[in-house]
């Protein structure tokens, strides 16, 4: 577990409740345990305003501009539900940002509230119920989500881009869903420690992987991890790089291990977005629709049979041995760095 600064503690409690699961629901209990109780006294416990450096960068300042029939759907809710006074914007990152999406993308987002509603418990109790409409807005449109939206206020922005959890250079290309502009303060980049951390979390998390899931909510899953790993071995050798160019970058220092990571690429151009109306009457009908991504995971759904064949010519363990060789490079270098 890395440790949490305290504002890094706000966000993630401020995202828990409002989203009701930062991270995707593991289990049914689990989709209400961030009280507004919590939220509020979190944001207390935080110290004066201090913004670490002068330097800032934008986010957003630009209208997402949708680009098929689901996206423009998505667009559609998302405005009807966070067109509110306490929703300053929404910014959208990764592949919707660059109109790069395909059947397998998910929504990566960052909501920005107002600094006065995470201390003011009646304003988030008011708050939750449109926050919750968005998150169903978008299991409608990908029912493989497994992530809610980052919650930030624009103070904790100004804090630091650490309080994301991402590095800055994910966030060079984004969109926003009024067309506002929001500043991050640009504080460098994480610790050496924290990014190797993240990564060998990761490493540790897929070693335990012996098969591909059978479920396909939970193959996304796994896939979306084994994809993560490049971006965060190349932060830990202190190369920090947006997602989708990590694999290209990641490639040059293991030629001959990357066929098994270059099927992932093709699978994320084959998956074929599928909408569920099972999900969709599920999330309609309860309070918090992760509860219904809870459920839809004990409920034998078998992935694309495409999609099967294709994860046959990459089995995990030909994956794994990719991620230990990135492990192994990553241990060098801070071995050199030690003894510098």
Not at 72 to 94: M, N, Q, W, Y
Not at 164 to 175: A, I, M, N, S, W
Not at 257 to 274: C, F, G
Request: some cysteine.
């Amino acid at each position: 577990m890395i440790p949490m600064e305290a504002e890094a503690l706000a966000a993630h409690r401020l995202a828990g409740y409002l989203t009701g699961t930062h991270s995707g629901a593991h289990t049914l209990r689990s989709c209400r345990r961030v009280t507004r109780r919590a939220v509020v006294e979190q944001f207390q416990l935080l110290g004066p305003f201090r913004k670490h450096t002068a330097e800032t960068l934008a986010l957003g300042g630009t209208c997402w501009e949708p680009g098929d029939d689901d996206e423009r759907e998505l667009h559609a809710s998302l405005v009807e539900c966070l067109k509110t006074a306490p929703v300053i914007d929404l910014v959208l990152f990764g592949s919707l940002a660059r109109g790069t999406t395909t059947g397998y993308s998910d929504v990566d987002a960052i909501l920005v509230v107002a600094d006065d509603v995470p201390t003011d418990g009646q304003r988030l109790a008011r708050l939750r119920p449109r926050i919750l409409a968005a998150q169903r807005a978008v299991l409608a449109y990908q029912p493989m989500q497994h992530h809610g939206f980052l919650v930030v206020t624009p103070r904790l922005l100004l804090e630091g881009a650490a309080v994301l959890g991402l590095p800055v250079e994910t966030l060079t290309e984004t969109r926003s869903l009024l067309g506002g502009a929001i500043e991050v303060g640009l504080d460098g980049p994480g610790s050496a420690a924290s990014a190797f951390a993240r990564f060998d979390s990761l490493r540790r998390t897929l070693q335990e992987m012996s098969s591909w899931p059978a479920h396909t909510w939970w193959l996304h899953r796994a896939v979306a991890m084994f994809e993560l790993a490049p971006a965060l071995y190349l932060e830990a050798c202190g190369q920090p790089c947006p997602k989708h160019a990590s694999f290209d970058i990641a490639r040059r220092d293991f030629p001959d291990a990357w066929p098994a990571y270059d099927v992932l690429e093709e699978v994320r151009r084959m998956w074929i977005r599928q909408s569920s109306g099972l999900v969709r009457c599920g999330a309609t009908l309860t309070r918090n629709p992760w509860t219904t991504v809870a459920a839809l995971r004990r409920i034998p759904i078998r992935p694309p049979h495409r999609i099967t064949e294709l994860l046959s010519d990459a089995p995990p363990d030909d994956l794994k041995r990719v991620v230990s060789l990135m492990a192994a490079r990553v241990g060098k270098n801070d071995r050199e760095l030690a003894h510098a």
